[in-house]
T-cell receptor, first 111, second 115 residues
Framework: LAKTTQPISMDSYEGQEVNITCSHNNIATNDYITWYQQFPSQGPRFIIQGYKTKVTNEVASLFIPADRKSSTLSLPRVSLSDTAVYYCLVALRGGSYIPTFGRGTSLIVHP | ETGVTQTPRHLVMGMTNKKSLKCEQHLGHNAMYWYKQSAKKPLELMFVYSLEERVENNSVPSRFSPECPNSSHLFLHLHTLQPEDSALYLC??????????????FGPGTRLLVL
């Protein structure tokens, strides 16, 4: 089971770009990398998913180097409402996708 | 609105009570999950169902009993709980199980308090 490592917390200010890096050294060939966002007392919400190189959607960008041993979630011009916990998931196990959430990164955006 | 609903949203129960949590997904998914999230802790995967069959049970105490009568509904039956079982219980679904790119859709959760 691929294990992920993320910073426990990060602080930023409104309007800045935030980059959160996740390490997944033993990622499997068939694993995708998925990021979720969770607000207090709510369920996690899918943000973005990728396999390699770069993926961009209306919310964020995901950068994945060639060795795929890490990935970086990039949030452009954050606002106060981006304050949340961000999780990186890589969870292919025995041919089945059994998602396992780590502790995530608690992002606090300051005015 | 994610297409996954949970009821009740809040529940207070005594240690001798029996209650059930309900989850329903309107997405046509084949896999459903129960998670527990205690305060300041990461999500703990409790149970996974695929096509109504349980495929994962992460050493959850028997006082938690899941039921999946069909691919749209998932229940978590609770009995003789302990105060440390107080947590946010989250239900999720995904299209299938068995590929590395499944996206999960979460419900709003049930906030459980055991007195």
């Amino acid at each position: 089971l691929a294990k992920t490592t993320q910073p426990i917390s990060m602080d930023s200010y409104e309007g800045q770009e935030v980059n959160i890096t996740c390490s997944h050294n033993n990622i499997a060939t068939n694993d995708y990398i998925t990021w979720y966002q969770q607000f207090p007392s709510q369920g996690p919400r899918f943000i973005i998913q990728g396999y390699k190189t770069k993926v961009t959607n209306e919310v964020a960008s995901l950068f994945i180097p060639a060795d795929r041993k890490s990935s970086t979630l990039s949030l452009p011009r954050v606002s106060l409402s981006d304050t949340a916990v961000y999780y990186c998931l890589v969870a292919l196990r025995g041919g089945s996708y059994i998602p396992t959430f780590g502790r995530g990164t608690s992002l606090i955006v300051h005015p | 609105e994610t297409g996954v609903t949970q009821t009740p949203r809040h529940l207070v129960m005594g240690m001798t009570n029996k209650k059930s949590l309900k989850c329903e997904q309107h997405l046509g998914h084949n896999a459903m999950y129960w998670y527990k999230q205690s305060a300041k802790k990461p999500l703990e995967l409790m149970f996974v169902y695929s096509l109504e069959e349980r495929v994962e049970n992460n050493s959850v105490p028997s006082r938690f009993s899941p039921e999946c009568p069909n691919s749209s509904h998932l229940f978590l039956h609770l009995h003789t709980l302990q105060p440390e079982d107080s947590a946010l219980y989250l239900c999720a679904s995904s299209q299938d199980l068995g590929r590395g790119q499944e996206t999960q859709y979460f419900g709003p959760g049930t906030r459980l308090l055991v007195l």
